[in-house]
Nanobody, 126 residues
Framework: QLPLVESGGGLVQSGGSLKLSCAPS????????IAWFRQVPGKEREGVAC????????LYADFVKDRFTISRDTAKNTVYLQMNSLKFEDTGIYYC???????????????????WGQGIQVTVST
């Protein structure tokens, strides 16, 4: 069983919204940076958003700023990615990940990922 499980993906029309969830099966997320990455067709995997540990600071890729919001619910041990104003080019597989970094500025770096979820499909239709 993978330590991270994503849910909430699916098919949505352009301009619509989806909310992804990342819940661990064995980990406590409290002391880790948690990030969402995505792999869209024809491109390398890229960082989307990251949430820090204790104070929950956030970092976003430029292409999702003001559209996506990452958050964590400590009581539920779950991290969310609220995606609004979705575009066709947001279509891809979205992955939740535990990122092993000392500084939040590095948390969207694919090379810093310690644990990946299995990924979930997000499809935005025109």
């Amino acid at each position: 069983q993978l330590p991270l499980v994503e849910s909430g993906g699916g098919l949505v029309q352009s301009g619509g919204s989806l909310k992804l969830s990342c819940a661990p099966s064995t980990l406590s997320l409290d002391w880790f940076y948690i990030a969402w990455f995505r792999q869209v067709p024809g491109k390398e995997r890229e960082g989307v958003a990251c949430v820090g540990r204790i104070q929950g600071s956030t970092l976003y890729a430029d292409f999702v700023k003001d559209r996506f919001t990452i958050s964590r619910d400590t009581a539920k041990n779950t991290v969310y990615l609220q995606m609004n104003s979705l575009k066709f080019e947001d279509t891809g597989i979205y992955y939740c990940a535990v990122v092993l970094v000392r500084r939040g500025s590095e948390c969207l770096n694919v090379a810093s990922v310690g644990t990946w979820g299995q990924g979930i499909q997000v499809t935005v239709s025109t």
